[in-house]
Structure formats: structure tokens, C-alpha cells
């Protein structure tokens, strides 16, 4: 600290203070308050007029950033702690995804089946496989309600990553409020006036004085005496740029963050949007070309994957290769068709153990009758 601003305060001690007695002062002004009082106006008489004025924010700049780190990691710390119970490790599946990126040619294949394999698992054991009116009700609900309904309806990894995305808003537009309430002016349009003045000598003198007064008591025997001293508060020098760099970062965030969160509810409440995901990998392998397997196709995005597989396989795009997610879809759709078709070949049996040919084992794959 000491090579950028010096020694945080300086006061101007009267001569007859010994050089120990200016540093118990200058100790003291540094843990009191402190106020500001412009060089061509008087001291005001009144001590409640003189703390009108009260700079003592600069003692808890500290605090004030450390609390500002927390309120950003916390999203990241709840999406980390609740996605396990989703039903699966999103980062082991991403982490085994970048792996086969670098794998030998002769392990890619298995690698990558193993990860088709672990994904077909988690979308069949979390999934309802009894249809009513109950069920339905909570289908929609889900869209709404996102992850608080969702994990059975493939909802929950999509909405509590979405709700990140959200307390990540709400957070950097906190900022401006907290730093507004602790700054006591409008910190919302400082970068404005930072920017308006950036061509000359600025320096915010008002708000982030370098030059003060501090007021204190001596007890001297049975008298108590007050005392004034003008003090140099060269940390605000250094405080001031953070919190003008800072506005600058938060403004970047907020427009970063604003434009993501829009892009997610674009890719997430539309259901054509993940279509046109999984499409254009299946459209490059020319597997939906026939109308049969374009009737199937829907299944499989809407009812097979649906909204937290789909989300799965962004992240594993997102973090890895695009020949690696389409390789992994063109598995899934594999295993989907086979599954498919073979329950629909399969009759069901009744109670005594005859065939029915009227109807169809439940769907494996959607939870549905297939007759």
C-alpha cells in the first residue's frame, strides 16, 4: 500500500506535539470520524452540522470488497451444489468429453460410448413413465416453475441454470444500489461523469476528499479538551480510481450478462431452438431424412432428451468439439431408434401370461403406450 498512496493519513499536528503524541493523534483521526469542509468555507460550529459531511466509508472499503467477491461467486456455488441432484455429474460428463478430444483414434469410439451409455441411463431413470391428468399438470407447471418441479419432467438442470444466469443479473445491478447506499451519491451515473471529465486534471475531491478535518478529545487530568486537526487522506487517491474502474467493469458485466440471459431464454423456452440443435448434427449424418424419422425425430428431441439433455449436450459442445457432440447425439439417436422399435415389436402380456395384441408395452424411451 505504502508504494502507491504513502502513509494512509497525514495530519497537521500543532508544533508543540512531540513526534509521538502526532502519531497517537493520527492513529486516532484514522478509527474516528472524519469529515469534509472545502478550503474557502468555514468550519461549522455544530458537530451535527460537521458530520453532515462524514467520510468514514474509506474504513470499510475492505469489507465492502470482500462482501462485493462473495455476491459474485455465490450463483456459481449454487449452481455447483445443486446440479448433483439432477441425477448426474454435468462436469464429469464434460470433463469425459474433453478427454476423448484427445484420445487415440482406437479409444474414441469406446469413450464415447460410455458417455452415450451414462446419459441414456440418467434420461430413462429420471423420467415419468405413468401419463394422467396429475402429470401433465405438472409438465406445465415445470416450464414455469423450472427446476422446483422439473427433474422428472427434464426440467431441472435448464431452470436452475437459468436462475443462476438470473441471480447473476439481479447481483451486478445490486452492485450500483449497494455502492450508491455506501458512497452516499449516485453511483449509477458516476462513470458518466468520470468520462466528462477524463480530458482534464480530474479528481473528485468532494467524494473522495484528499484532504479533511478530524476532531477528538484529550483528557488531560480532570479537563477533557477537544481538538481539530486537518489530516491528508492519500488512500482515497487509490480509492477512488477502484471504485471508477469498478463502474466501468460492473457496466461491462450488465450489458455481457443482460445479452447471455436473454440468449439462454431464447435457446430454452422455445422448443424450435432445440430442434434446430440437434437437427443440424442428425442433418449432417443424413439420419432425418426419411418423413418416418422426422415424426421420430420430435420424440426424441422433446420427449427422449428433452430440455436437460439437450442443455447436456450444449455444455459438452460448449466445452469440447462440435464432431464430439455430434458423434455423442448421433449415439444417443441410435440407442433411442433401437429402443424405440423394439418395444413397438414387442407385444404385451396380460395377467395369465397370453399376448395382447391390442396393445404395446409402455415406450421405454417417452414413458408412453406405443399402441
Not at 450500483?176 to 475531491?205: C, P, Q, R, S
Request: proline residues 3%; charged residues 20%; aromatic residues 16%.
Amino acid at each position: 500500500m505504502n508504494q502507491y498512496v504513502g502513509d494512509p493519513i497525514h495530519c497537521w499536528a500543532p508544533a508543540q506535539y512531540p513526534d509521538h503524541h502526532q502519531e497517537y493523534a493520527e492513529n486516532l483521526c484514522w478509527i474516528s470520524q472524519m469529515y469534509y469542509v472545502p478550503m474557502d468555507e468555514a468550519i461549522p460550529f455544530y458537530k451535527e452540522d460537521r458530520m453532515k459531511t462524514d467520510i468514514s466509508f474509506y474504513r470499510w472499503v475492505v469489507a465492502v470488497l470482500a462482501i462485493q467477491c462473495l455476491m459474485f461467486k455465490f450463483p456459481n456455488m449454487l449452481w455447483k451444489e445443486l446440479r448433483g441432484y439432477s441425477g448426474i455429474n454435468v462436469q464429469k460428463i464434460v470433463n469425459m468429453a474433453e478427454e476423448v478430444s484427445t484420445a487415440p483414434p482406437d479409444d474414441k469410439d469406446k469413450q464415447l460410448s460410455d458417455i452415450a451409455l451414462f446419459v441414456h441411463r440418467w434420461l430413462q431413470t429420471y423420467r415419468v413413465y405413468k401419463y394422467n391428468v396429475v402429470v401433465r399438470f405438472k409438465e406445465k407447471m415445470s416450464s414455469v416453475l423450472c427446476f422446483a418441479l422439473g427433474k422428472r419432467q427434464g426440467t431441472y438442470l435448464t431452470g436452475l441454470y437459468l436462475f443462476t444466469k438470473l441471480l447473476n443479473l439481479i447481483n451486478v445491478i445490486f452492485q450500483f444500489v449497494l455502492l450508491t447506499a455506501f458512497l452516499k451519491f449516485n453511483y449509477w451515473t458516476y462513470g458518466l461523469e468520470v468520462i466528462e471529465h477524463l480530458g482534464g486534471n480530474w479528481m473528485d475531491i468532494e467524494r473522495f476528499p484528499r484532504v479533511v478535518m478530524c476532531d477528538f478529545q484529550i483528557r488531560q487530568l480532570q479537563n477533557v479538551q477537544d481538538h481539530s486537526m486537518q489530516c491528508v487522506l492519500s488512500i482515497n487517491l487509490f480509492i477512488e480510481k477502484i471504485f471508477a474502474i469498478a463502474w466501468f467493469w460492473f457496466f461491462m458485466l450488465a450489458v455481457a450478462t443482460i445479452i447471455n440471459f436473454t440468449k439462454w431464454c431464447w435457446e430454452i423456452f422455445f422448443s424450435k431452438r432445440r430442434e434446430h440443435f440437434i437437427q443440424k448434427y442428425l442433418m449432417i449424418l443424413g439420419d432425418t431424412d426419411s418423413r418416418r424419422e422426422r415424426a421420430l425425430f420430435k420424440k426424441f428431441v422433446h420427449m427422449y432428451l428433452r430440455d436437460d439433455g439437450v442443455f447436456l449436450l450444449r455444455s459438452v459442445g460448449n466445452n469440447s468439439s462440435e464432431i464430439i457432440v455430434m458423434d455423442l447425439i448421433k449415439k444417443l439417436w441410435d440407442k433411442f431408434k433401437k429402443d424405440h422399435y423394439h418395444n413397438r415389436s414387442t407385444p404385451a402380456v396380460d395377467g395369465n401370461g397370453n399376448a395382447n395384441a391390442g396393445r404395446h408395452r409402455p415406450d421405454a424411451v417417452t414413458g408412453e403406450s406405443t399402441a
